[in-house]
């Protein structure tokens, strides 16, 4: 059976970091990545990365945030430096068999859990 189970996330001030857990379960995918969605807004690709090692970053987390996988563990991390206001939001891990980046890709989705960032 297909699972993503997520871990991480939190209440933090400012400045300080995070680290996200993902561990799939079930099968391997080709690309996985973390989505966010903040209050009001449209649920927006944060980082995404490929089996490949390849790797996606959104504008607004770029130089903060890092995505890694451990392909042996079929694991997927966001560590996130200096966290801002603005990125308060609940994060969702997801899994596509194929393809990656538009939200329409991904088949298996994580929970979700809210990082919480004041100033």
């Known amino acids: 059976q297909v699972q993503l189970v997520e871990s991480g996330g939190g209440l933090v001030q400012a400045g300080d970091s995070l680290r996200l857990s993902c561990a799939a379960s079930?099968?391997?995918?080709?690309?996985m990545g973390w989505f966010r969605q903040a209050p009001g807004k449209e649920r927006v690709l944060v980082a995404s990365?490929?089996?490949?090692?390849?790797?996606y970053y959104a504008n607004s987390v770029k130089g903060r945030f890092t995505i890694s996988r451990d392909n042996a563990k079929n694991t997927v991390y966001l560590q996130m430096n200096s966290l801002k206001p603005e990125d308060t939001a609940v994060y969702y891990c997801?899994?596509?068999?194929?393809?990656?980046?538009?939200?329409?890709?991904?088949?298996?989705w994580g929970q979700g859990t809210q990082v919480t960032v004041s100033s």
């Open positions: 997801a899994a596509a068999v194929d393809y990656g980046l538009k939200l329409r890709d991904y088949d298996y």
């Open positions: 079930g099968r391997a995918f080709s690309n």
């Open positions: 990365t490929w089996r490949g090692g390849t790797t």
